[in-house]
């Protein structure tokens, strides 16, 4: 935000004081995910290489399940633009809000708020989604995924695999690949 806290927001949150006293401010995008091990985005749009998509309760159960683990994201990109590729690259699966195709792109505020909502209706049936594996350890965090991709992304040029003057699709495939592992 421009400024924060501020008035505005206080009267825009209608006595949900105690979410803005908690709010976080990160300056980048990296920083806000660091520490999360599931990442879900949200688009309208197709892409040249699909990302796996769920639909909003699809979605929803995932991060229920996935804060169960540890911290997870839920990423919405700007009113104007949606997220990048860039910032869907972060992402292990996208949400896609069913729609009318001739108007597909819902604002910012009705997208937030049918997600919270099928949050809150997760959260509230107590169906964590699929049924998960115990695992060991812990869940590797963004910030670990963004390290691993960059040394991935050096190794391969090294190797003679991947040509940084023509990437093409390469690392954003081989980090879906690996985002759905």
Same mark, same amino acid.
Request: glycine residues 6%; charged residues 25%; negative net charge.
């Given at each position: 935000? &421009?400024?924060?806290?501020?008035?505005?927001?206080?009267?825009?949150? $209608?006595? $949900? %004081? %105690?979410?803005?006293?908690?709010?976080? *401010? #990160?300056?980048?995008?990296?920083?806000?995910?660091?520490? #999360?091990?599931?990442? *879900?985005?949200?688009?309208?749009?197709?892409?040249?290489?699909?990302?796996?998509?769920?639909?909003?309760?699809?979605?929803?159960?995932?991060?229920?399940?996935?804060?169960? @683990?540890?911290?997870?994201? /839920?990423?919405?990109?700007?009113? !104007?633009? +949606?997220?990048?590729?860039?910032?869907?690259?972060? #992402?292990?699966?996208?949400?896609? *809000?069913?729609?009318?195709? =001739?108007?597909?792109?819902?604002?910012? $505020?009705? $997208?937030? @708020?049918?997600? =919270?909502? &099928?949050?809150?209706?997760?959260?509230?049936?107590?169906?964590?989604?699929?049924?998960? &594996?115990? !695992?060991? +350890?812990? /869940?590797?965090?963004?910030?670990?995924? @963004? !390290?691993?991709?960059?040394?991935? =992304? &050096?190794?391969?040029?090294? *190797?003679?695999?991947?040509?940084?003057?023509?990437?093409?699709?390469?690392?954003?495939?081989?980090?879906?690949?690996?985002?759905? =592992?």
């Amino acid at each position: 935000p &421009e400024r924060f806290p501020s008035p505005e927001a206080t009267d825009r949150a $209608a006595g $949900a %004081d %105690d979410l803005l006293d908690s709010a976080v *401010i #990160c300056a980048s995008l990296d920083e806000a995910l660091k520490d #999360c091990h599931l990442v *879900i985005g949200t688009s309208a749009r197709p892409r040249r290489i699909e990302w796996p998509t769920l639909d909003p309760a699809a979605g929803a159960s995932r991060l229920v399940q996935g804060a169960q @683990q540890g911290p997870v994201a /839920l990423l919405f990109g700007q009113e !104007r633009t +949606g997220l990048l590729n860039s910032e869907l690259d972060r #992402c292990h699966f996208v949400v896609t *809000i069913p729609a009318d195709q =001739a108007y597909s792109s819902l604002n910012l $505020a009705s $997208a937030v @708020q049918i997600l =919270a909502y &099928e949050i809150y209706r997760a959260v509230l049936s107590g169906r964590p989604g699929e049924a998960t &594996e115990a !695992r060991e +350890g812990r /869940l590797a965090s963004s910030e670990d995924m @963004q !390290r691993f991709y960059q040394h991935l =992304a &050096e190794v391969l040029q090294q *190797i003679g695999f991947l040509d940084p003057d023509n990437p093409r699709y390469l690392m954003r495939r081989l980090m879906r690949l690996f985002n759905r =592992a």
